[in-house]
């Protein structure tokens, strides 16, 4: 896994669904293949899986994931887990400032706009977090396409479903999370609404955030893996937004 070729074994644990998936996207539309290998994991280091190994993509994903996963750390820190924040904080520090000197205007990006967010949530629940989360992943995906695969149309279209990924994501997660927000007195865009309240007020936008995506990604130039990208859309993300809907389980894989 990049993270652990550029950064260390420790540092792993910053894998995210967002930058995995723009990883997956940018790959997709690159002209160039990735060199494919056999590794083990430090999980189970014996049995050896295939992986991508020194890809630009992936490096570049690998570096924002580090960096998101500092400041989310830094933010558990101030707030709800003070010693787990400051611990993981640490632990991180030297993965970090090596991410940031490899992505320094991406990691300035990420600082600027996650600092709103903190200060918005030192008001009352407020859904403009969730266009404040779509602006930021927006910006993030139209950076990272512009650095692998050039500025233009592709780039542009690849930020809008950054823009609708993060909007999605912080709407499904502040349902997912909203009761335990609730009962630990953490901030959440929606903790002023009753689950059901949050359901019939969310849903509909997500299904439309689905529908979205998939239109803006039905007209990129994929070179592979476009059925993929598709199911995501069309498949991948309704089943995680009925699961969580509905309490039910995500399936892991």
């Known amino acids: ?55 630009p993509v992936m490096e570049l994903c690998a570096a924002i994931s580090i960096v998101f ?28 400032s090596r991410a940031v000197r490899k992505v320094p205007e991406l990691a300035q990006t990420i600082r ?8 918005l949530e030192k008001g009352p629940p407020d859904l403009i977090a969730v266009e404040m989360f779509g602006q930021l992943l927006e910006s993030v995906f139209r950076q990272s396409a512009r650095i692998t695969l050039g500025a233009g149309p592709v780039a542009e279209a690849v930020s809008l479903i950054g823009r609708d990924m993060g909007r999605w994501i912080m709407l499904i997660d502040a349902i997912d999370d909203l009761t335990d927000d609730c009962n630990n007195n953490n901030w959440n865009p929606l903790s002023d609404c009753t689950r059901e309240e949050a359901i019939k007020k969310a849903e509909d936008r997500l299904s439309a955030l689905e529908a979205s995506m998939d239109r803006t990604a039905a007209v990129l130039p994929y070179v592979r893996d476009g059925g993929l990208m598709a199911n995501i859309f069309t498949a991948g993300l309704p089943d995680v937004r009925q699961r969580i809907m509905n309490n039910l389980p995500l399936l892991r894989f």
Not at 15 to 23: K, N, W
Not at 44 to 50: G, S, T, V
């Open 1 to 55: 896994m990049q993270i652990a070729h550029d950064y260390g074994q420790l540092p792993r644990v910053a894998v995210s669904y967002d930058m995995t998936f723009l990883a997956l996207l940018l790959m997709s539309l690159k002209d160039e293949s990735s060199d494919v290998i056999q590794s083990g994991c430090i999980l189970n280091p014996f049995k050896k899986k295939l992986i991508i190994s020194d890809d």
């Open 69 to 96: 996963a500092w400041h989310k750390a830094d933010d558990q820190a101030h707030d709800e887990h003070p010693a787990a924040g400051t611990a993981v904080r640490v632990i991180f520090q030297r993965a970090f």
């Open 112 to 119: 600027e706009q996650l600092q709103a967010l903190r200060e």
